[in-house]
T-cell receptor, first 112, second 115 residues
Framework: DAKTTQPPSMDCAEGRAANLPCNHSTISGNEYVYWYRQIHSQGPQYIIHGLKNNETNEMASLIITEDRKSSTLILPHATLRDTAVYYCIVRGYRGTGNQFYFGTGTSLTVIP | NAGVTQTPKFQVLKTGQSMTLQCAQDMNHEYMSWYRQDPGMGLRLIHYSVGAGITDQGEVPNGYNVSRSTTEDFPLRLLSAAPSQTSVYFC??????????????FGEGSWLTVV
């Protein structure tokens, strides 16, 4: 699986958009980009994933660059409850095994 | 729908003791995994299973055993606990949905302290 690089921490004002970057320069053609978050040592929570097109769901948007070497998770209107550690993971489909390798993530603090 | 259930939530062990962390899922998922998370660190994969009767090692398997006799259950055994195994343990499951991606569901964690 490709490695990912994320900034260790970020702040965001409440109500503003939070843009969390992720570099995955060694990603291969069949590898997906996943985002999870972990709130205060709870089990990680799925946010969104994508292959090459931008994706949006009720929680967030995922923007993947054309060369797929980086992506950005966007929380459009951050709230205090979005304070968490956000993990960017690149995972390939192999048909066997289902293992996500987590890095240290980005600790996002939403400031009132 | 309970999802992924882990027990116990908290446990204190003495060095050298053995114990089993239980994990059960009610979503009929084929894939199950165990991760550990040390303070300030990301999750690290211990063992995983792609189906009943099939298990394999992850990044940090030493000191842990697993088995998968049923689709629902994936227990993690510590044979002789060491202080280095003090950590939070997460069990996870997912269904192999193919090239479109496969979302993992996590349990709420088991806090283990070895003294």
């Amino acid at each position: 699986d490709a490695k990912t690089t994320q900034p260790p921490s970020m702040d965001c004002a409440e109500g503003r958009a939070a843009n969390l970057p992720c570099n995955h320069s060694t990603i291969s053609g069949n590898e997906y980009v996943y985002w999870y978050r972990q709130i205060h040592s709870q089990g990680p929570q799925y946010i969104i994933h994508g292959l090459k097109n931008n994706e949006t769901n009720e929680m967030a948007s995922l923007i993947i660059t054309e060369d797929r070497k980086s992506s950005t998770l966007i929380l459009p209107h951050a709230t205090l409850r979005d304070t968490a550690v956000y993990y960017c993971i690149v995972r390939g489909y192999r048909g066997t095994g289902n293992q996500f390798y987590f890095g240290t993530g980005t600790s996002l603090t939403v400031i009132p | 729908n309970a999802g992924v259930t882990q027990t116990p939530k908290f446990q204190v062990l003495k060095t050298g003791q053995s114990m089993t962390l239980q994990c059960a899922q009610d979503m009929n998922h084929e894939y199950m995994s165990w991760y550990r998370q040390d303070p300030g660190m990301g999750l690290r994969l211990i063992h995983y299973s792609v189906g009943a009767g099939i298990t394999d090692q992850g990044e940090v398997p030493n000191g842990y055993n697993v088995s998968r006799s049923t689709t629902e259950d994936f227990p993690l055994r510590l044979l002789s606990a060491a202080p280095s195994q003090t950590s939070v343990y997460f069990c996870a499951s997912s269904q192999p949905t193919g090239p479109s991606g496969n979302t993992i569901y996590f349990g709420e964690g088991s806090w283990l302290t070895v003294v």
